[in-house]
């Protein structure tokens, strides 16, 4: 998961969602681009602590530090077909990222019938008026 920073005014402010894809691109929807967009934010899962630990008294786990890296290109892609639109976009990231156990690309399937009935996770950000944490839901994809 990334989320995407925006900056105006000296303030940065999160607003939309990505996906790691490779050691240099993020994938987002068309709609999260404009000129505030300035950088992506990976390794976050909650916005409320940093660090991010989980755990009790000595049982206590604390990722690395969160990564920041600025874009360098923001490339839209809307594509109409007779069944169906798209409208994504590519963020081309100023440096690689160094992959780690909190910081991974998303697995993209060869085709929908690849994975159908294999368990699978799907992540997303959910939002309240307070805060946004990160939220995993197990499930199963039907093809």
């Avoid at 402010?13 to 990976?42: H, M, P, W």
């Avoid at 690309?105 to 944490?133: D, F, H, T």
Wanted: glycine fraction near 6%; hydrophobic fraction near 35%.
């Amino acid at each position: 998961m990334a989320l995407l920073e925006y900056k105006s005014d000296g303030k940065i402010t999160l607003d939309c969602e990505g996906f790691l894809i490779n050691k240099r691109y993020v994938v987002t929807a068309a709609r999260c681009i404009n000129e505030q967009l300035k950088s992506v934010r990976l390794g976050e899962t909650d916005l409320e602590n940093d660090p991010d630990c989980i755990g009790v008294n000595e049982f206590i786990e604390c990722p690395p530090p969160i990564i920041s890296i600025p874009i360098d290109q923001k490339i839209i892609y809307n594509m109409s077909s007779s069944q169906s639109h798209y409208h994504i976009a590519l963020l081309r990231l100023k440096s690689e990222v160094k992959f780690s156990d909190f910081v991974q690309p998303i697995c993209l399937p060869i085709n929908r019938s690849y994975n159908a009935g294999k368990q699978l996770m799907v992540s997303g950000w959910e939002r309240n008026k307070a805060n946004r944490k990160q939220q995993e839901i197990k499930g199963f994809c039907n093809g």
